[in-house]
Nanobody, 118 residues
Framework: QVQLVESGGGLVQAGGSLRLSCAASGSIFSANIMGWYRQAPGKQRELVAGITNGGTTNYADSVKDRFTISRDTAKSTMYLQMNALKPEDTAVYYC????????????WGQGTQVTVSS
């Protein structure tokens, strides 16, 4: 079992910044992929950014050049630095991890609200 706990959400004005953190604990296999997803009211959950245990990253087009995903393996913590926030970034942000062993295991955090006012 893996537990994920997000923190760092809140209310910010457009153009501002926030940093989300996701602390992982439990049985984390070395081969894994972590990611941030978000879900706005009335919309489907979407991938914001992902990072492998080797440090390879990918981003949704809508957040490229504004958001940066990173991870501290020693602390089992993942981060999402969000700059130049826009009202359309408003959503609940979820931390996710895929443990790459058979069968693949997937875990989610409880989510943290990010609200960007115009």
């Amino acid at each position: 079992q893996v537990q994920l706990v997000e923190s760092g959400g809140g209310l910010v004005q457009a153009g501002g910044s926030l940093r989300l953190s996701c602390a992982a604990s439990g049985s984390i296999f070395s081969a894994n992929i972590m990611g941030w997803y978000r879900q706005a009211p009335g919309k489907q959950r979407e991938l914001v950014a992902g990072i492998t245990n080797g440090g390879t990253t990918n981003y949704a087009d809508s957040v490229k050049d504004r958001f940066t995903i990173s991870r501290d393996t020693a602390k089992s913590t993942m981060y999402l630095q969000m700059n130049a926030l826009k009202p359309e970034d408003t959503a609940v942000y979820y931390c996710n991890i895929h443990i790459l062993r058979l069968p693949i295991e997937t875990y989610w955090g409880q989510g943290t609200q990010v609200t960007v006012s115009s």
